[in-house]
């Protein structure tokens, strides 16, 4: 039986735990000693503690991240697919994950050149092997070189090979226009996200109404809510203008600012382009006025450009916003603190897996800049797989080149088949009564919106869900089909959207295109 | 602020003062400013500037490829299959690697390692990990669901702490680490703003651990944060000592009493050297003190790619079981894990060929065990050699390397000499180890950037180059050592 002992701690302490604790002063003990769980009795009679780490004392940002490409409905896509895989009769036979922009899950092939060259990096007793093009070879031999005792498996630089990051600067250049790269100021990365994260570690501090403030559009690519929830940064949303193709507007950035200053210091606007998940591509004209609203109201500008291949629609093209800074001239190109994104994950390659990426600063406060190097080196480096396949995407076959006419093919085929799917897409969307759809002018999505019936936001409501979350949850259950709701993306107010990847091979998108038309249909009719 | 024409011009947005306080506080020695230094005189020397010497030689990172190790074949073999499946065809390569190859593409989405994997980790590498781990604790069981994979130990390592943080002022999170630690941990601890606790290892005792300092350790922490967390590196990095089944027994005791959640970094598992000496894992000694302990403690046990026989470091391939975690906890790291989408999947692959590499019956053993074997004999014998001679210098004690991949001797500095540092506004052992650099081209780390006893100075330097090499690397140190107790005599 355990004795009840007054204690600074108000734990019931058993006999046994006695010595240890009262081994000291009790005026010696801290008041965090009240920390210490209570013991609990359980069923048995058998006292136990609770855990160290339980949902009350584990760090409280953690929990407000939420992750929608992977969350809850994704968890239960998985499960179904459990279910089929034992023999559960369903009203489909697969489960289409339609809810991320994986495009090799999805039957997307690799480019036959990179593969190449990362098997020889990795084996390269593979460089006697006649069956690899020289260009494949040379590639090799050059990445081999510039790791530490020509292995991929050194660490590297912390902010990454040194020859990879000179060529990522010369593609840099190459692409817009000859406007000057420099190499030191490249860092690659873990995918895109690792130095998104790591710049907005950067960024946050401050307290109460001093606290950074991050701009971010709405609907966002929820890696943004993520990290400046479990920053604790204040989240500033602007909304893209879903009536004029998810463009931004600068009046609406303004709005947004002003109303934050209120209450967070705001330091920084993220711009996604093209769009991530409204397929946005914005116009030259916009990312000017975008710079000058930052320059103007002192914000660090953040441009993720991860889809920068991805461009359809015609009449649409990829910006750089570095491009587009130097093109305004010395008065916003020496001043606007810049950063842009780019990543092997998507555009024509969609090597997800080797997450490889980098960042480009431009304007960083040396020592800053210092701070970010340290920073990186903690985690000592980026995947070299990753590293080395990025040397190959800013670095690839040059007409002449064995592998070049093979190259173009493959890169050709994959650009241009996601184009005639995006236009699929936006077209039988549009067909269907109640659903309407933007143009998917590039990325790899649809976020079309849609009418949800008023019984079902009700019986949504009654659910605890919300109202798309319960319309995809639905659809999931009826057709085998994952997407993700957009409330996971953010939207306006009573305003409903869910985000699709247009990645499923064409015939297969077509059926599924079918099949979302049928459900809504049929949704709509149940609700009605 | 203004330019130096007159003309008015704003700061910066991003500046030093209003950035990140947490980020400034953060220091990694291993990749400090003596490294910063040493790939600076690398460049030097590359632009054909006169120096005493004709390289740099790196022996401050635990990276054993860069210093010439070998990588193993069958993982290598595997890894290009994998990458360019079309190798399949190909009869150079053995038919176990083709079969593991197989294995693992068919594991990933649309049989490509391009394609994300679960958060988690590619469901047959977890499964693959948790039957190592039963294997190796002799039959204790391993859930596959228990088991993450990460890129590399670190990133699990940190994901840990991230979760741990929490409270402010006197109830915020304190986390024990060893004195000297890997500074990683105090890195992360900084940038966390969370409350590092020393606990210092037992130098004239080959640096053990000592209940006695841990129990010192947190009853003084507990007057100013909260103690949660003990972290423990075995075997130990900077330090080399591998913990006695007893002390690890000790070390859970202490943890369950404490009410501290327990992380066990084993990335040097199979770097064991010394007669006497054996890994033991920590869920296997919890385990074997019965179910009061093991349905009790909470317990993060770390593993890495990059160390013992493999050195893959670039690949960031790694993995942690979790013990007893709160079911609701493990639901909230699981959602933080998916946030950054996935580990490195030919890291993940690398994984699933160390934990299961080439059995007796299969083509690539006899390469396999071979290979493994000899890097495994080669780190023993240079432990040995490094101790040797390190300790027939006067003024450097070596306490034997009993495993890891380092040695951490203590060095005596002459006052004189500690006086010059202070003058520099240098910590004495940076100076010395400075001093080495430009001298002789070899990069050690200062134990300032690993923590020591007050008063005392030790460098970490790796035992990796080839044995040969070795022998030149350690004389050039002793001969320096002497001329510079000389020099400040």
């Not at chain 1, 009262?22 to 965090?32: F, K, M, V």
């Not at chain 2, 790796?462 to 070795?470: A, H």
Request: net charge negative.
């Amino acid at each position: 039986m355990a004795v009840v002992l007054p204690c600074v701690r108000g734990a019931i302490i058993p006999q046994s735990f006695q010595s240890q604790t009262l081994s000291q002063p009790l005026s010696s003990l801290s008041a965090t000693r009240r920390g210490l769980p209570k013991e609990k009795m359980s069923e048995n009679g058998v006292l136990s503690r609770a855990k160290v780490l339980t949902i009350d004392t584990m760090n409280p940002t953690v929990k407000k991240v939420e992750y929608a490409v992977r969350g809850p409905i994704v968890l239960r896509a998985v499960e179904l697919e459990r279910e089929l895989s034992e023999g559960m009769k369903k009203p489909f036979s697969e489960v289409i994950k339609a809810n991320i922009g994986d495009a090799h899950a999805m039957g997307q092939q690799p480019i036959t050149f990179f593969r190449q060259v990362l098997a020889l990096c990795s084996y390269p007793e593979l460089l006697n092997d006649s069956t690899f093009p020289e260009d494949a070879k040379s590639r090799a031999r050059r990445i081999l070189q510039s790791c530490g005792g020509n292995s991929m498996g050194s660490y590297t630089a912390s902010q990454g090979i040194d020859s990879v990051r000179q060529d990522v600067a010369r593609y840099i250049e190459r692409r817009d226009g000859g406007v000057p790269c420099d190499p030191d100021d490249i860092y690659l990365t873990t995918g895109a996200s690792d130095g998104i994260v790591t710049m907005l570690k950067l960024l946050v501090c401050g307290e109460g109404a001093t606290r950074t403030g991050v701009m971010i559009s709405i609907p966002q690519y929820p890696l943004y809510s993520a990290a400046l929830a479990e920053l604790g940064a204040v989240q500033i949303n602007y909304y893209l203008n879903e009536e004029k193709c998810w463009s931004m507007d600068i009046s609406e950035l303004q709005r947004a600012l002003d109303e934050a200053r209120r209450h967070c210091n705001p330091r920084a606007l993220c711009v996604i382009n093209p769009g991530n998940p409204t397929g946005q591509v914005q116009s030259r004209q916009c990312i000017e006025d975008v710079i000058r609203f930052a320059a103007n109201e002192r914000l660090l500008l953040m441009a993720d450009e991860v889809y920068q291949d991805n461009v359809y629609a015609e009449g649409c093209q990829f910006h750089s916003f570095k491009k587009v800074l130097f093109e305004m001239g010395p008065e916003y190109s020496d001043t606007v603190e810049l950063v842009s994104f780019h990543s092997t994950s998507k555009c024509y390659m969609g090597e997800c897996g080797f997450r490889g990426g980098y960042m480009e600063i431009i304007n960083m406060d040396d020592e800053v800049k210092a701070q970010l190097t340290k920073l990186v080196s903690v985690r000592l480096c980026p995947p070299v797989p990753g590293q080395a396949l990025m040397d190959l995407v800013v670095n690839p076959p040059q007409p002449g080149e064995p592998s070049h006419d093979n190259f173009i093919k493959e890169r050709t085929a994959t650009l241009s088949a996601l184009a005639e799917k995006a236009k699929l897409t936006e077209q039988v969307l549009n067909t269907i009564q109640g659903i309407s759809c933007n143009p998917v002018q590039g990325a790899m999505y649809s976020f079309p919106r849609i009418t949800i019936p008023e019984k079902a936001i009700q019986e949504a409501m009654d659910k605890g869900q919300e109202p798309d979350m319960f319309y995809c949850m639905k659809m999931l259950e009826e057709t085998g089909i994952c997407l993700v709701p957009g409330s996971g993306f953010g939207q306006t107010d009573g305003t409903y959207h869910f985000r699709m990847t247009i990645l499923p091979p064409t015939d297969k998108l077509t059926i599924l295109l079918n099949k979302v038309k049928e459900f809504h249909q049929k949704f709509t009719q149940q609700y009605s | 602020v203004t330019e130096s024409n007159g003309v008015p011009c704003r700061g910066k947005v991003l500046t030093l003062d209003n950035m990140n306080p947490n980020v400034r506080r953060v220091e990694y020695a291993v990749r400090g400013a003596i490294v910063q230094r040493a790939g600076q005189i690398e460049k030097e020397l590359k632009e054909g500037v006169k120096k005493p010497f004709t390289e740099v030689i790196k022996a401050n990172i635990g990276d054993a490829h860069a210093m010439g190790q070998k990588p193993i074949s069958f993982l290598r073999q595997v890894l290009a299959l994998c990458s360019y499946p079309e190798l399949l065809e190909d009869n150079k390569f053995p038919e176990d690697a083709k079969h593991r190859a197989r294995r693992i593409l068919e594991a990933c989405g649309g049989h490509s390692i391009g394609a994300y994997s679960a958060s988690q980790g590619i469901e047959c590498v977890r499964q693959d990990v948790a039957r190592y781990i039963e294997k190796r604790d002799g039959g204790i069981p391993s859930n596959p669901d228990n088991i993450y994979l990460s890129t590399g130990a670190s990133d699990a390592i940190v994901t840990m702490l991230k979760l741990l943080v929490c409270g402010e002022g006197r109830d915020r999170t304190g986390v024990m680490i060893s004195i000297p630690q890997y500074p990683l941990y105090s890195a992360a601890l900084a940038d966390l703003g969370a409350v590092q606790i020393s606990y210092y290892l037992d130098e004239d005792k080959c640096w053990s651990l000592d209940v006695a300092e841990l129990k010192r350790a947190v009853d003084a922490a507990r007057q100013h944060c909260n103690p949660r967390v003990l972290c423990i590196i075995n075997p130990g990095n900077p330090t080399g000592q591998v913990q006695s089944r007893q002390c690890i027994e000790d070390v859970i005791r202490f943890a369950k009493e404490e009410h501290l959640f327990l992380m066990a970094d084993e990335v040097y598992q199979d770097n064991v050297y010394a007669e006497g000496c054996k890994f033991h894992s920590f869920k296997k000694v919890l385990f074997e003190m019965g179910p009061a302990y093991s349905s009790t403690v909470e317990m993060a046990s770390f593993h890495s790619t990059s160390k013992c026989y493999m050195g893959e470091c670039g690949f960031r391939g790694g993995y942690m079981e979790v013990i007893n975690m709160d079911p609701e906890v493990k639901a909230q790291l699981t959602k933080l894990v998916s946030v950054r989408l996935c580990p490195p999947v030919p890291g993940q692959a690398l994984l699933d060929l160390v934990v299961n590499p080439p059995q007796p019956d299969e083509p690539s053993y006899n390469t396999f065990m071979k290979e493994r074997t000899a890097v495994l004999a080669a780190l023993a014998e240079k432990a040995r050699l490094t101790e040797q001679i390190f300790n027939e210098v006067p003024g450097v004690t070596c306490n034997p390397v009993q495993g890891a991949m380092y040695t951490f001797p203590r060095i005596a500095l002459p006052q004189k000499a500690i006086d010059k540092a202070k003058e520099e506004g240098q910590v004495p052992d940076m100076f010395y180890c400075m001093r080495l650099l430009e001298e002789e081209g070899i990069c050690l780390v200062p134990g300032s950037g690993f923590g020591q006893r007050e008063g005392t100075f030790h460098f970490r330097m790796t035992i990796l180059p080839p044995t040969e090499k070795l022998k030149i690397v350690l004389q050039k140190i002793s001969d320096f050592h002497v001329r510079f107790t000389q020099e400040f005599s």
